[in-house]
Every structure is written in structure tokens, then in C-alpha cells.
């Protein structure tokens, strides 16, 4: 089982980085995944925002949100979302987020 | 002589037909990881069950699909597949190619992966199967530089595919090839940028031969088609019947409506039944031609049966000329991806969605009219809906 | 970075003789098992050979490929719908000297006409994550037995024969003569302090067709009615914590009579034959002799110009499944959503 | 008190001809509309007259029927599966002046063979408590207008009419050549106070074929979703407190191309010609118009022996459209659970 | 003249066809029932809806079924329907009669109820239309005493009902008759002491005419059938040849098999081919018959479209021989009707049930072997399940 | 509407006498239309068990329980059925236990 280190916490992930207990997430965790996905820095508030949208949709209703309803409910459109998460919102977003790997439709 | 390490493998070695196993060999001479994908499959054809991990989410920037991440399950005996992605490459319409484009694309999978393609996926993609995710950015850079581009995967467009026609072909009644590339073109973001509910195919065929299986796997499946009579060479017809031809029999007693008639000497087609179905212009090609007037047939919602059952398409648009810039039919493909993504649940094709909300409500979203033939036949069950507009309103 | 180039044009890919004739053809003639004339309106023709592949290929076998396209097709060719190699010959005097070369090389040629083509199929254990089978292996395995078929013209009609190594079909071989599909028989055990973590819940329970997963939210998993479960592997598609492959159930199926084209009659689904053969690699000798015994049965029966389904549906299928001595079970009936649909609801039948 | 002493016993009630060749008859001959000759292996005939019926019968009629029967048909008779009249003639010297009498007091005689026979009906507003239309008097405009049918045999083939007065389909129009059927088309009201008292909620909302209906526990009542209704009137069924009759939206929808008989096709349901036509009576002009002009194309187009469902089915239902001029709208395309089987997934078709 | 009150319904006296209204106005001269029914039903017309409550439970003494409760809704002006019962009765079988058994039904009618009746019902009983609460406990003992006793109604086994079959038919393969009355005495139990989910209906044809519709409108359908080769008389089809008949067009060509040859003189039929439609024996009667191995073939399910649509009956045995004392057939209606019991929901007919828990599951609970005759094709999709003893139980 | 008048109260039922308040059912009124139900004299145990078991199963589930389930759960038989209520279960027991009247299916 892969892991990754930060500030002094051992986070187990599977080999696409996604965390194995998503209880484990924190906002560390989250930036300390950034670079890898091929975000420069640190996380700005609009990376934020849409982390915790992600973050809350999820915990209501179980599932990570379809695309579409992310940029509505963002207001935001595709282009501005790779803008953000260069590796696209499945890849990206959500394993930033924290949320359960997306899996099916591929 | 040395045990071989494969003795399961090397028997479909042997045989009339090439050998896959061969080519692995073959790979396997210069790359470490077809070395480990041919030990690994023995292994599964020993223990009958495959051995890669559930899944994997990798990419490239700036796009969201293109690339399948896979993961064997015993690292620690084929360290070289730990990570064994393919990725694909959109192929020129018709898998047309230059034997110079296709050694571009061998040079840049030796350099970057395990040297096994499929040629093609069922999509229609070239598949380079197997390389590591420190691969996929650098082979996807040098895929760009060569000019070729990824193909779709995930909730997004699928990688467009069409049949040879017009290239090649004597009945196509629509220009594949070009209608093929020129929406791949289109919806460049749509493919690289998944945004839609789940899957969504475009395959074109010329002509209802449909040798592409449009009608069976796509979504949005186009076919050509003709209105007017089918063109008869009567000179070529002789010619036939004095060929080892059977023109009743083979020809005449398997048009489907029975709207042919032979006397002998000549052929009478009473076109106003004929349903184009392509029999009798299959069996005597030089005789017999699609009629002039040509364009295509739109159908849509066809799938594979995961999760209610297989679809084939269904006819929406009886009839559409399809000549550049192709306004029309780009349009139609926008306003059924805007309600199919609007109304539809997480991976629900849009065949799925019109079972569930009804044709006509798909139809009234559309501002597209029913037709008879859109039907094998009418509904049988009485329960049918009214629009508000149909009832008188003030009763009661 | 330039994103979204898209695929080469096509145009480029093109022989000079297509691009002059392009949308022009005539006629066409196959001149004998493999080997396809089309002539142009101008009068020129382009002489195309399709040899039969493996579809899983080295790049060193592509490039000996390429080898042949230069010396022979000015370095044109293509590939079929059905994965086979079409070579691309302009030039009429190169046409024997092509097909000499490709048999020294033993490149199979044929597939076209009323011959079994290749058999359109997926990854199996070479690549995917839920096959019940392997793809390439009984895929070699079969076309190795029925060679003959693909070299020659002598079938009552085109058999196309496609495998998926799952239900998920991706061969999409719903609607082929002859289907061969993995299944698997077991099912999924959710391994509970896994569901959590991997998987949407509300997803899972939505996957299954026949409603028999059931979400507990309380604990993060779900569970599975077994009565009701026929193994798809839907579930375990969207969450990996369902694992469903097992090398003793797992196994495959045969489905007979579907088609795509509208020569004729409509296109149709193919229909199950038989449920359930075992795996064994490396040749599924079982399953082989399926299909062979139904090729063989149906060349034996049907009339010329007639393909698998149509033949079937003019004997019917009490005809069949005596003369082919395969089992009618109760798997056959359907018990799906429109399973009625299939019932017999007529006194028109034959007694076998 | 005895009970359950069951029906008469047949044998009581059929003539001596009968007895004598009964389950030995060798054929039978129409000798003209309405007029059948049996003939036994002892060379014994029957002969049977058939006579129209409204059904809905007074005492005094079914007396002066007996009557009849007695002096031509030594006191048998029977009813048809379609209700009509048979007198069951042994004495062949009796026929002629039987049909006379008949004549006299304006019996229609015929049904047989390729002619109209009776329409098959229900209660409608004499005695049911859901119909969306009358029963008898449709019938009766119907019949006055094409009793020519009824009295000769000069269509291509039998056709069945059939009328039910709600989609509980008494009359089991669901497979006729022409079927008649009441629809209601607005959405019921529960009456919240008249519903917890009359009304079994989870029968009620399971009643609903479209899931319409929910239940509302607390309140004792239940809901609808006017969008999902489409007026079935089943809920009004086992909930009387949901009235759904509406005089100015109950009306006539037809139906055509059902059959019964395994003669040359199987058995078929009737497919929706026309969604809705208005109550319009007494003689519901609107409704006989409609079924006239079917009845007139068919007979002008169809082959001899093809029903109305074999003849649209060779024809195609985009001929069918546009002979008859009856107007294609969405309502024509199903969109219930089994839809999809019936959308066009081939490129075979008509343009018109 | 005084102007009539039932103007609309008058309407309805003119034309060739009989006339329910003159029926009605018959019966009103000498029943107040009667004539308030004709003034009700004139109201309907003129507001065109009914004037039927909804429902009623009416009934006799040890019996669940046989009577439909009605009342008026407007007994203010029609005080005489204010109940409006009607009295099912059971037919005897083929509904052939005697006149003095009809006599006495009409004797029985004038003095309990409107005079009213249908000759018949479309389950099969012959209908007393219209009576009030308290006749119907005399009506009925006065019909017990006349040797009639009452059909069914609500959650029992319907009247069954038979084509007239071997009473006049050349082509009966079953006693309909015989059988029809042997059923109905066998289940008088189930017909008048409702027991079961929902309404259950036998319906006998004797043979593929069906002219009962028992395979649209019974749940236990039985149709005579034939194995064997079809009786040809050679003579008589010489004879056929030469009347108006054209035997190859109307015959040979209509053939759903096309498993007959006529070659002018002879006609071949190819049995083995033939699905024993009728079609050719229909139109031939004095020179063809059904082979000589009679019987028929059970249908299960056939029922109206409420509530998940109109089902045509399901093959369920092909062949069953039916004599006297018919055991193998009562015993597999005992066992259906318990299956049901047992699993039904309330108001499921059997059709339904068998279609939620699916045939394998119906078929192996009456342990009735599959056969390809039950389907008109095999399933397509691949939602198979395995029976426990399919599997390997052991693995994992 | 009609009435029934019975130990001084009134209830409203309709044309078959089904209660058209539910919640006014009690003993007195079983008891007072028995007779119209073709039972002799006073209800017995027997009656009373199955009109409570009817009422108690209609409170719990919202529906009359089906024939072969009031048979199985009482241990009787149809005959035993009719006997006690000779107009059967439907018209007769039903409506001395109070419940909603049965529909439909007649
Ligand atoms: C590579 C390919 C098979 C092949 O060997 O050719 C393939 C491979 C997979 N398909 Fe597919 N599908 C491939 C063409 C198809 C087709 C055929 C077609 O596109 O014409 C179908 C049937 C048509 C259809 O889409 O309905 C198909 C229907 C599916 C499905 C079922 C989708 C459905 O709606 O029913 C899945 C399941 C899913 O999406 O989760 C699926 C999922 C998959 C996945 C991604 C497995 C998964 O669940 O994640 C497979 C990855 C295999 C691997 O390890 O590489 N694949 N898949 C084909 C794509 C290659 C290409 O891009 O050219
Ligand atoms: C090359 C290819 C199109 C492509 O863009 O790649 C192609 C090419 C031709 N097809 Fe096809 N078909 C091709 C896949 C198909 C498919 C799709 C498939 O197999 O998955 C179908 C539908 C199959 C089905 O119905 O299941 C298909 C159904 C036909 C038919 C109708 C056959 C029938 O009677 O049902 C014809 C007409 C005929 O052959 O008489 C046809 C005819 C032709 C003709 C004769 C058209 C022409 O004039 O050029 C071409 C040569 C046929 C031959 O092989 O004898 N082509 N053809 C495909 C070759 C696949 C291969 O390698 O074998
Ligand atoms: C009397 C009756 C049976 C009964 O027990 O009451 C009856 C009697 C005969 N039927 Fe029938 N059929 C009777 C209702 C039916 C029905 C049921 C119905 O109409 O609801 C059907 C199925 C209709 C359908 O398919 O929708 C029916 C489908 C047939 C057929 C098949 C016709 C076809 O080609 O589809 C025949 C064969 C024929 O007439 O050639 C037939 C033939 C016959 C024969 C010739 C049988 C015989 O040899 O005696 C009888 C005289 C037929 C005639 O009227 O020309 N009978 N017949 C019924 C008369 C009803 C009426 O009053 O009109
Ligand atoms: C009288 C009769 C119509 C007629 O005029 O001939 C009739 C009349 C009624 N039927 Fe019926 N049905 C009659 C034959 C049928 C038939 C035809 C048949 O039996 O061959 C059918 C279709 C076949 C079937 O059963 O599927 C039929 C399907 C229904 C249905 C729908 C049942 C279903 O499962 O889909 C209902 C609704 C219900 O049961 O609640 C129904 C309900 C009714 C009710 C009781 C109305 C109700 O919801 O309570 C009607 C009472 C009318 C009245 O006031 O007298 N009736 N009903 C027929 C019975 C007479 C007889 O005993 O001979
Ligand atoms: S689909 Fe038609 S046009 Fe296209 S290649 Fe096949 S036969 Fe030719
Ligand atoms: S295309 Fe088909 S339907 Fe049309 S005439 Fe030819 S064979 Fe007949
Ligand atoms: S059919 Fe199934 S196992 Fe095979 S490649 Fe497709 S998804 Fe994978
Ligand atoms: S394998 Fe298929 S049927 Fe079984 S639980 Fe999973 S999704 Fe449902
Ligand atoms: S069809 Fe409907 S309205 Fe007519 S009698 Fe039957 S239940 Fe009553
Ligand atoms: S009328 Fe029919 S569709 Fe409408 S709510 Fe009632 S049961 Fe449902
Ligand atoms: S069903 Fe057959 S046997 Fe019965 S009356 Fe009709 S034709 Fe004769
Ligand atoms: S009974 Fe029907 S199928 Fe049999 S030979 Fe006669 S027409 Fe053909």
C-alpha cells in the first residue's frame, strides 16, 4: 500500500493517490496534493471553494456531483475548471477533495 | 532445451491464425513490461481469473480522458505491469493511414510503453496498450507533435468512428469520412472533457449495410439512405440473369416487402414500397444503384444491455441531407446532448433517458414532429398521456 | 502545449486512385476470397486485400506491415470495422505478387462474402479489469478451427462472430450470428471496510439491474439480496469492493442469431444458446466445438443469402435447438423487465 | 338451501342432431350470410341461422325468440361467443321459411364468413360506474351504419369490432380488428375527506400503473401527481372517493389491426389509430366516420383473407397513416414499460 | 303528440340494426325499474357521464360472488333504480339452451327484477339487469329451483366459457363442451367463495381459431390442437381446384410456414414444418382435417391492459390429451391457483405474477419441464440466473 | 345518506350499510348488523376473533387481508368461513368489523 508523507502524518492512498480512509482528509492533505496534480502553488480560495462544494455534496448525498452541476452550481465553466484542476475534475478535484476514486465510465 | 515459462501461452502458438501470443513474444524481446504482461497472462491462464487491480485514474493535462490506468495485481511477481496504462489515439476516419503515420506511432510506443497496440478498439481508437504513468504526459507530448491526438473515455464523447464509403465504396449515400472527421473536430472538448452523464458514441455507416454496426453501438448513429427510385441498369440486369445468378430466387424472393418483380427479361421495382433495406443492390452491384436523392437517417439511443437491456438506435430523423459545414446535424447532436445532460441521471445513456421520460418528451424538447416512422407500429396499451393543451381546461 | 489537434486528416491518409475516385465508385467485385475490386466511374479501379489479424500487435509486426504496404500499395492500407488489414493496391500487376507475399508470409486472406470474417473482440485478461474470460485466447483458439471459413466463400451467408469478455460488451456483440460472451456466476461478496472508502453508495444500490443491492447507510456498505443478484458485475464496475471474479464459475456463453445490417430483415439481437460452457484455457476445446457444431449445422441448413438469425427464424427455434441437440432450459426463458415480450403467445409452433 | 348445483348440463340443452354427430361433424358449407351448413360423417345437417343481437335484451324479445325456435327449430337455439342468435335448424324443410320470418320482423341475418359480425360491448352508462362512454348506443350507430357488412360476405376478411367504455377492457377490445375504447382524460380529484374512510391507501397507490400516487399516512389520503396520471381510471377503481369522469374530456380513442385467431398470424393486440374522439350522442357521428373510413380503405386495399392487421402490417403503419389520413402525433408512440420494443431500430421503412 | 321524454335515446330506435332502446322501453312498459333505467340513461346523454355510484357489495346467503351492487345517483329522480343490482348466471356450456329453460329465466326475471337482460356477458353468464336488495336472496332460490345457479364475480374463478367445438365444429381436437361443464362443476367452490388474489378465468377453444378468445381473455387458456400430419382428401381438393378457389394464392401462397406445395393437382403438406395455424383447413374444410392425435395446448396469463398492460396467454404445457375424467388438467389448475394464492399480491393476476417472479420460477414450483415451444425466441438479454446446483459452491 | 340507529346513537352507512365513519365503529354496531348478515342471535367467540383480527390487521397494514391469509391466520377453512359469516368475508365480515368497503374486484 503506497503512502504519502506530511507534517509529521502517514496518509495511506492507492497507486492513482486517492486516500484509502477518507476520514484521514485534511485541508494539508489537499494542498500537499496540489503539485502532483499539476496545480502551481498553493490552493487559491477558488480551488478552495470548489474542494469544499465537492466535499459537501458528498457528504449529503453520497455521491461526487456530474460534471455539469459542478460548474452550474459554481458558476464556473469547463474551461475555468481545468483552468484550476489541469487534470480534470475526476482525476483532480476529487482526489484533492477527498472523495471516493470515480470509477465506471472510463 | 530449457522449460518454456508459458507452456499454456505457446499452444496458441500454434495454429493457422496469427498469433497473439506471438506478438507479445515479440514485444517482449525489447520491452521488460510485455516480458511481464506475457508471464502475468500465463499465470491468469493458469489460474483462470485476470490479474489486474480494479480500475485507475490517470491522465494528461488539460484533459480528462484518453487514458486507461491499470494496475496488476501481483506487483511483486511482474513489477513491470505495476502500472500498465493504455492510451487512445484517435484514428483518422476510416483507419486510413500512411504506413509513414504508422511508423511514427510504433517509434513513439517503442519509446514509450510496451510496444503492444490494438489495432483498433472497438471504439475505433488505435490502442497503445500498456506503458507507466511517468509515460502518458511525455507520449502524449510526442503523440501531439507527430499529429495525433487523444481519443475519448469517461462520461465524454467517444471517439467518433464511420465506415470506409465514399472512400471506397459504391453505396454510400452520405460522405462518412468527411462527416466522421469534421464532428471529431467539432467536438474536440466534448471528447477530451468529460461533462456529460455517462458515454456518448457517434458512428456513421453510408449506407444501411451499416458496416460500422452503427445502429448497435452508438448513441447517435447515422446512416445513409436514399429517397426515389433505385437506379436500374437494364443491360447489366441481362447480364446477371445470365449469370449463375438467380434473379427470382436470390434476388426478387428475399425482398423483404416483395416489391420486385421478374418476368424473365426484365426487373420491375415498385419503389413507393420498397424500404431500401440494400438486398437486391448487395447481389447485383453493377445493376443496381441507390437512388439520387441522398442523405442520411438519425437514430439514437443504442447500447450495450448493462443496465437495462441492449438498444439498437431508433429512428428520429427519417431523412437528413448531410453536406458541409454540416449545421444541422451539429446542431441536433448540441440540443440532444443539452437535454440528455440536463435531465439525465449519473450513467444514464441517452437511450436509457428516453425510456424513462418517453419519446415524447424527448421529441417536444427537441421541437421534433412524430412520424409513422419512428414506429414499428403504434401503442398497443391505452395508456397515453395528454398535453395540458389537448383537455378542456375549465370542466369542473 | 497544443491540445485538441484531433486525429490526422483523413484526406492525407488516402491512395491518390480514392482521392481521384473519391465518391465516384461504381461497382465492385470480389475476385476471389479476400481480394476486392471497386471501379470508379472514371474507370479506374483500386484492388484491396484483407488479411486477417490477431487485432493485438507488436509495433515490429505493424512495421513489417508497413513494409508490405510500401512495396506493394505505395504505402496506403487500411483496417477494417472488424480489425483485419486491408492493403491497398493501385497498381494491377501488384495485386499476385502482394498476395504471393503475403502468403509466404502467412498472413490469412479472405474474410469477405458469405465467409466468417474476424471476430471482433475485447481484452479479456490481456488488459480489463472484469472479464469472465479471456479475449484473445479463445478467439485464437477458435479462428484456428474455422480457418477454412475465413479463406473461403462457401457459408450461405456472412457469419460475423464477436466475443465480450463481460457483460459490459464491450464487443457489442448483442447483435452478431454468433456471440461469445463471458460470464461470471458468483455472487459479489462487498467487503465492508472497503465500501466506505471506495465507493458511492447511491451508485452502487443504482447500478443494479435487478434491484438487488440495498444501501446501508448506517454502516457505509451495502448488501446484496442473492436471490436476486444474476451477476452482472455492474456493481462491482462502479465499486471496486465487490469483487466477482471466481475461476470456477466464471465461464462463457453463446448467443446465436443477431445481425446489424438491414439486408433482408431487420437488425436483431442475438438470442442465448447456450448458458454457460466452462473455461479452459488454453483452447476452450467446449467452446470451439459450440460453434462449430452451430456453423456447421447452420451451413448444413440454411439457404443461400440467408444469415444465422434469419435461417432460425424460418425454422423456428424448437428446429433449432433439435438440430443443433443443444438443451432448452429454463435459462433460455427470459425473466428480465420485458421477458413477456419473448413468451410464446400464439399456438403457432412446431413440436421440435 | 341448495347450493352450488352449477349451470344446467348442456347435454340437456343441445337438439338430437347434435346429440346423434356430436364430435363426429365432417364440414361445413356458409350456404349464404348468416346461413351455415354442418354436415355430420353420418351424413346428417344442421343448419344454423344467425341472427343479430343488441344484446341488452328485454324478457318479452327472449320470449318471442323461444317462440320462434319452437316453430322452426323444435325448441333449441343458442348465443355466439360475439352474442349473436343461432337457431339451430334440423329440418331443412324449415330454413327458408325460417329466414322469412325472420325477415319479417326485420332480423338481421348474417355475421359469418368474410362479413362484420356483432360488436362485442359492455355497460357503458346503463349499468357500469367507470365508463368514459356508453356501450349500447355507439354500438347501435355503428351497426345501422354498416349493417351492409354485417349481411353479406364481401370484405377481404372477418373483421371483429369490439367496444369497451373504460381501460378495464370488458369487451377484451385489446385484440380487435377495430376496437372501440371510452378513455377519460382528466386527472382524478381524491376527496381527502371522503378517502380515509373508503379507501385502502396501499391499495390505492399500488393500483396506479404509472406510480402517480402516493400515499399520505398522516392524513389518510392520498396524492396525485397530476404530470405522471394518465387518467386510467384504476385508482378511481378501488377508490371511489377519486372521481374521474368528466363529460367534457371523456371520449373515444380507436384502435386497430388485433386478432385472435392463430390463422395464418398470430394472435395480436390492436395497435392506437386515433387518441381521442368527443362523446358526441346519440349516434356519436365522430366515432362511426372514423370506423367507416378504416373499414373503407381496408376493404379497398387489403388482399382477400388478410385481416386489417395482416394487411397494415403488409402494407407498413406509414401507409396505413397516410391512406386513411389519419393524423401520426406523439401519442401514437408508446412511452409505457415496454415502449422500447416498439420504437423503429431498423432503417427499413416507408417514406409514406 | 305529447313531446317524447327520451328524445336523444329515440334517436337510437331508428336504423336496421336492433335497438337496445326499444328493448329497454319494452321492458319499461311493464317495469318501473325498467323505465326509471330509460330515464337515467336518457340523463347520461344529455350530460354524457353515468349515473352509477361507485361499487356496491351486495350478495346471497353462502356466496361471495355472483351479484354487482349498483346504485343511482340521482335516486331523487330515479327512485326505482335507486339500487340496480345485477344477477350472474351461470351459462351452460356453448350457451345453448332450450327455449323452456330460457322461459324460465325469463319467468324467474319478470318477477324479481327490470326484465332487463344481456344474452350475454362477455365472461360468458347470462345477466339479470337491474334488481333491487331484497329480491336477490328470492331471485336466487327461484333460479336454484329452475336448476340455474349464479357465475362468478370479485377474487374467484370466472364462468368459464367454450367455443361450441365438438356440438357443431368438424374441427374440435378438445370436448370443449364436456370439459367447459366438467371445470365449472369441478370448482363451484372457487366460482361462488371468492378466494384467491384477484379474478381468475378459464376460457376453452377447441382449436386455433379460438373462436372463444381464450388466449386474450383467460387466464388458464386451454386450445385444441392436433399432432401428426394434417387428413388430406385428395378428391375433395380436386374439387377445390376446380371452384373459385385459388389454391395456390389463397392457400399455399397465405401459409405461414410455407410448408404446402400444390402443383396443380396434388397438394403436399410438409408437416414437419407446419405450426397447425388453421389457415389451409379454414379454407378447404371438405378435403382437409387436423391429424388424428387431438388434444390441446395450456396458455397461461391472458388478461385486459390494467394494470401493467394487456397480456396474450403464454404456451405453458404444448400438449396435453384431454378425456374424461380430465385429472391431469384439474390437478394443474389446483396447482397454478395454489402457486398464486400462495404468491400472489392482493389484485395480481396470475400473468403478472408469473411475470414479477419470472417463468423459471412458476415453472419449477408446478415442476414443468422448459421447452422451446413456451418462447417465441430465447431471452436476449444476459441476465441469467443460476440455480444453486449450477454452481460450484465450494469456491472461495 | 341512510342511518342506523342503534343503543340510542346514530351511525351513518351506506347502501350496503358500511359505516361512512370508520372511527364510529364499536361492539354494539358489529353486533346490531349481524342479523342483517345472516347470523343468528349473538356473535361469538369465534366472530369476535376474527372481526378483531380483520380490524387489527386493517389498522396495521391499511388493507383487508387477502381470503387465504384470514383462513391460514385463524386456522380455519372457507367452510368454517361461511358458516360463521354467510355472506362471506367481504360483504359480511368486513362490514361487521368496521373496515373501508372492499373494492374492485367484483
Ligand atoms: C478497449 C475497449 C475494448 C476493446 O478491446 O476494444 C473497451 C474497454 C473497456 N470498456 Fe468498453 N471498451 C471498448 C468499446 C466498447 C464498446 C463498443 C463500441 O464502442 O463500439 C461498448 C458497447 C457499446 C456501448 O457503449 O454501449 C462498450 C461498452 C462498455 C461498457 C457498458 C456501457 C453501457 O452503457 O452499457 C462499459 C462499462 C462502463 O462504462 O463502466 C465499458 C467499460 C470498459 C472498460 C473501461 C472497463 C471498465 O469498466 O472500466 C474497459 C477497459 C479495458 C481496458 O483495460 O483497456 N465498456 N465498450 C473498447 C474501446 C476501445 C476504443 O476506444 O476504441
Ligand atoms: C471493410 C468494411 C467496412 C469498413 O469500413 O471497414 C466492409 C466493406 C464492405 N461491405 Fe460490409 N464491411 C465491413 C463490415 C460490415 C459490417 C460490420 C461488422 O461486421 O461488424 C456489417 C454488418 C454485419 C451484420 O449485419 O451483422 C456489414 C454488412 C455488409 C453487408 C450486408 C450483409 C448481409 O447480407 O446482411 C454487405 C452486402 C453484401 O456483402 O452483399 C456488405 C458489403 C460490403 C462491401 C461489398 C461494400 C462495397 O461495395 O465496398 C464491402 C466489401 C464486403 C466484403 O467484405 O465482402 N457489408 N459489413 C468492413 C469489413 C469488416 C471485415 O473486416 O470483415
Ligand atoms: C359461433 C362461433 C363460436 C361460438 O361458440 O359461438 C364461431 C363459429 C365458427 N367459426 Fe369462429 N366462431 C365464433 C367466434 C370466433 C372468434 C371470436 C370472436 O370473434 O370474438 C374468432 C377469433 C376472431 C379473431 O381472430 O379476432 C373466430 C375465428 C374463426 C376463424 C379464423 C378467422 C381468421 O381467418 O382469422 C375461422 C375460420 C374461418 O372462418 O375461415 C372460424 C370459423 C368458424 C366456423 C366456420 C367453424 C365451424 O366449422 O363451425 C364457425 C362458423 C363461422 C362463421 O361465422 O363463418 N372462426 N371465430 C362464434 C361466432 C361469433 C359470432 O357471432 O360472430
Ligand atoms: C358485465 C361485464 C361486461 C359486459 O357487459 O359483458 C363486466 C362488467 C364489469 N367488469 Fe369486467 N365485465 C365483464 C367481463 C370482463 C372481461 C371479458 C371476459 O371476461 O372475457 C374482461 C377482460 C378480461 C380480463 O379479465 O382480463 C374484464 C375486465 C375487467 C377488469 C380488468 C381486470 C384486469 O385484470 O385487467 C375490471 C376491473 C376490476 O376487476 O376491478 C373489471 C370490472 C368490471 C366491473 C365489475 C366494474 C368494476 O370495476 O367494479 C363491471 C361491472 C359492470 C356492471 O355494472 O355490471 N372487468 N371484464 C362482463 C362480465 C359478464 C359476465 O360475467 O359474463
Ligand atoms: S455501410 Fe454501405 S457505404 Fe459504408 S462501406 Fe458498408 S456498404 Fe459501403
Ligand atoms: S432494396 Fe430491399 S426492399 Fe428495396 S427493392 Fe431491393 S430488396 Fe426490396
Ligand atoms: S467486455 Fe468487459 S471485461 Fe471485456 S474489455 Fe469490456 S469491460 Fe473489460
Ligand atoms: S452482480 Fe449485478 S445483479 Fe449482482 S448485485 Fe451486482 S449489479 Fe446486482
Ligand atoms: S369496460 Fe369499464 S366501464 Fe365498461 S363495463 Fe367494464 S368496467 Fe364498466
Ligand atoms: S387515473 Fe390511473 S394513472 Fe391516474 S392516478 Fe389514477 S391510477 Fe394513476
Ligand atoms: S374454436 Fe375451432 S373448434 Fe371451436 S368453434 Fe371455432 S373453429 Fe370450431
Ligand atoms: S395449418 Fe397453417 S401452417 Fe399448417 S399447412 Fe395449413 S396453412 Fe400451413
Known sequence: MPTIELAGKTYEVDEDGFLEDLDKWNEEFAQAYASTEDIQGTLTEEHWKLIHYLRNYFQQFGIAPMIRKVCKDNGIDMKKLYELFPTGPAKGACKLAGLSKPTGCV | ?396 | MTTDIGPPDYKTMIPPVVQRNYGKWLFHEILKPGVLMHVGESGEALYTVRAGSPRLLSTETIRAICEIADTYCDGYLRFTSRHNIEFLVSDKDKLEPLLEELARRSYPVGGTGHSISNIVHTQGWVHCHTPATDASGPVKALMDEIHEYFVTMTLPAHVRIALACCLNMCGAVHCSDIAILGIHRTVPKPDNSRVPNLCEIPTTVASCPTGAIRGDMKNKTVTINNEKCMYCGNCYTVCPAMPIADPDNDGISIWVGGKVSNARSTPKFSKLAIPYLPNNPPRWPEVVDAVKNIIEVYAAGARKHERVGEWIERIGWERFFSLTGIPFTDKHIDDYEMATETFRSSMQFKWR
Chains 1, 6 share one sequence.
Open chain 2, 1 to 396: 532445451m530449457a522449460k518454456s515459462e508459458t507452456p499454456l501461452l505457446d499452444e496458441l502458438e500454434k495454429g493457422k491464425w496469427p498469433s497473439f501470443v506471438t506478438e507479445i513474444k515479440k514485444a517482449a524481446e525489447k520491452s521488460p513490461m510485455a516480458n511481464d504482461l506475457l508471464h502475468q497472462l500465463e499465470l491468469s491462464y493458469k489460474d483462470r481469473i485476470g490479474h489486474w487491480k480494479h480500475g485507475g485514474i490517470v491522465g494528461v493535462k488539460g484533459y480528462g480522458s484518453g487514458v486507461i490506468g491499470r494496475y496488476s495485481d501481483r506487483p511483486d511477481l511482474f513489477p513491470n505491469v505495476q502500472a500498465f496504462h493504455t492510451i487512445r489515439v484517435n484514428h483518422p476516419s476510416g483507419w486510413f493511414y500512411k504506413t509513414d503515420a504508422l511508423r511514427s506511432l510504433c517509434d513513439i510506443w517503442d519509446k514509450h510503453g510496451s510496444g503492444l497496440t490494438n489495432m483498433h478498439g472497438s471504439t475505433g481508437d488505435a490502442i497503445l496498450l500498456g506503458t507507466t504513468t511517468d509515460h502518458l504526459q511525455t507520449c502524449f507530448d510526442d503523440l501531439s507533435e507527430a499529429g495525433f491526438d487523444l481519443g475519448g473515455s469517461g462520461s465524454a464523447l467517444r471517439t467518433p468512428s464511420c465506415c470506409v464509403g465514399p472512400g471506397r465504396c459504391e453505396w454510400a449515400c452520405v460522405d462518412s469520412l468527411d462527416l466522421c472527421h469534421h464532428l471529431t473536430m467539432n467536438f474536440q472538448d466534448e471528447i477530451h472533457r468529460p461533462m456529460f452523464p455517462y458515454k456518448f458514441k457517434i458512428k456513421i455507416s453510408a449506407c444501411p449495410n451499416d458496416c460500422v454496426a452503427s445502429i448497435a453501438r452508438a448513441d447517435f448513429s447515422v446512416i445513409g439512405t436514399w429517397k426515389g427510385d433505385i437506379r436500374i441498369d437494364p443491360a447489366e440486369v441481362e447480364a446477371y440473369a445470365s449469370s449463375d445468378l438467380n434473379i427470382q430466387r436470390e434476388v426478387c424472393d428475399l425482398c423483404p416487402t416483395r416489391c420486385m418483380e421478374w418476368d424473365g427479361r426484365q426487373l420491375k421495382i415498385f419503389n413507393e414500397d420498397c424500404t431500401r433495406c440494400m438486398h437486391c443492390i448487395n447481389l447485383m452491384p453493377k445493376a443496381l444503384r441507390p437512388g439520387e436523392e441522398q442523405g442520411a437517417t438519425i437514430l439514437v439511443g443504442g447500447k450495450a444491455p448493462i443496465v437495462e437491456g441492449a438498444l439498437l438506435s431508433w429512428v428520429l430523423v427519417p431523412f437528413m441531407k448531410l453536406e458541409p459545414p454540416y449545421e444541422e446535424i451539429k446542431d441536433l447532436i448540441l440540443r440532444i446532448q443539452d437535454w440528455w445532460s440536463e435531465n439525465g441521471r449519473s450513467r444514464e445513456r441517452l437511450g436509457e433517458l428516453i425510456k424513462r421520460l418517453g419519446m415524447r418528451t424527448f421529441l417536444r424538447a427537441l421541437d421534433l414532429p412524430a412520424t409513422p416512422q419512428m414506429v414499428k407500429a403504434p401503442r398497443t396499451n391505452p395508456y397515453v398521456f395528454f398535453w395540458p393543451e389537448d383537455i378542456q381546461q375549465e370542466v369542473k
